[in-house]
Each structure stands twice: as C-alpha cells, then as structure tokens.
C-alpha cells in the first residue's frame, strides 16, 4: 500500500521569496506522483505530475518538483511567490496497479507581504 | 469545455437527518470518484464509478452512505442518517478512464457539509 507524507502543514513566507513544499511517499511499487492546488472555496486543480522519464517536472504557475527515488521525495518548489499562491497544496501518489490517488494531508501556504 | 458540476456548495442539516449531493462530470468522462475531504486533511476516496458500474467502495460506510450513477453520467452520493463527523467537504472528480492508463481527475468545487 501506499501513503504520502506532506511534514509541514502551514509554511509561511514573504512575497518574492522561495518556497519549497516537502512531500514523502511510500510505496513497494512504481508510482505515479502529484501535486495539486486548492484556492479557497475551489476545487482541486492539477499543478504537475510526475509519470515518467525527466525527475524535474514543471508545472503551472512557476512551479517545479524533483522526483527523488532514493529519497521517496517529491518536494515542490518556487523560485519567488506571489500573494496569488496563497492556497492549500496536496501531494498525492498513485500506482499503475488501480491508478487511485492517495494523498497527504496538505500543506498550506502563507504568503506575507 | 464545461468542468466538473456539483450542487449544492453549501448544506447545514441536524444530526439523524438525511442529505443529498449531486454531481454532473466532464461530457464524455467515463470514471467518476466521490471523495470526503475532512478538515485537516486530504480527500479520501469514498467510491469509484467506471460507466454506471462501481470499482471500488472499499471505503464507503455503506450503512449510511449510498451513491448511484443509473445513466453513466450524473451522480448522487446520500448520507442517511448524518452524524457530526460526516461534517467535511465531499468532492466529485471524472476522468476519461482508468482500466489501463494514467488519466487525469478533473475536480468539481465540492460541497460543504456541516452536521450540527
């Protein structure tokens, strides 16, 4: 079975600076990784994804995350945010057994001005 | 291209009452989920629809929870009775398929569930 650790529930930060979101997995199998975005009051929205090949990935908004396999880590990352990146962010794991999404708990980012 | 719909947003009920979530996916997405997202805490499966056939309810407590999808299409998920700890916010996703590959879930706004 699978499961994903996200360490930090909130990280605050100021506007311009970097940010690096942790997220930690296990699995006895291959899998496929994730992070998506929730806004207030929305939904979930894809940020990138992980599937195979480049263990960079980027995604929407500026946004990065490096596939770590010795590590089990797939920490997402922004070189400078913005006020608008104010959102929770969830990492979640899946595998090619049932492809069904397992998640963290989410960690919340709090962007100072 | 019209996203995933889900009504209502918002619902307050009493303990021992019974409600009632719907949700319409993306035109031609063939796998539907249900998610319970507690605050605090990430979404967790409820139940997976592929056409108007369940996959997996492994996780539903189907003493109190029920959830069709009669046409392959919309959904309803119904909560009879509610307790205090099905307050959460219940999310509906679609994706095209998942028998064999990877296939993006596309998310609906959710509904906002509060049991007093």
């Known amino acids: 079975a699978q499961s994903v650790t996200q360490l930090d529930s909130q990280v605050p930060v100021f506007e311009e600076a970097p940010v690096e979101l942790r997220c930690n997995y296990s699995?006895?199998?291959?899998?496929?990784l994730f992070w998506y975005v929730q806004y207030p009051n929305q939904g979930l929205q894809l940020l990138l994804k992980y599937l195979s090949g480049s263990t960079l990935v980027k995604g929407i908004n500026g946004f990065e995350a490096e596939f770590n396999k010795s590590q089990t880590s797939f920490h997402l990352r922004k070189p400078s945010v913005h006020i608008s990146d104010t959102a929770e962010y969830f990492c979640a794991v899946s595998a090619d057994s049932n492809y069904q999404l397992i998640w963290g708990a989410g960690t919340k980012l709090i962007i100072k001005p | 291209e019209a996203g995933v719909a889900q009504s209502p947003r918002y619902k307050i009920i009493e303990k021992r009452q019974s409600v009632a979530f719907w949700c319409n996916p993306i035109?031609?997405?063939?796998?539907l989920y249900w998610y319970q997202q507690i605050l605090g805490q990430g979404p967790k499966l409820l139940i997976q629809?592929?056409?108007?056939?369940?996959?997996?309810d492994s996780q539903l407590p189907k003493d109190r929870f029920s959830a069709e999808r009669l046409k392959g299409v919309d959904s309803t998920l119904k909560i009879q009775p509610a307790k205090l700890e099905d307050s959460a916010v219940y999310l509906c996703?679609?994706?095209?398929?998942?028998?064999?590959?990877?296939?993006?879930?596309?998310f609906g706004p959710g509904t906002r569930l509060t049991v007093l």
């Open positions: 629809f592929q056409n108007n056939g369940v996959v997996d």
């Open positions: 996703a679609s994706s095209l398929r998942t028998a064999s590959s990877y296939n993006e879930q596309f």
């Open positions: 699995s006895s199998v291959s899998v496929y």
């Open positions: 035109s031609g997405h063939a796998t």
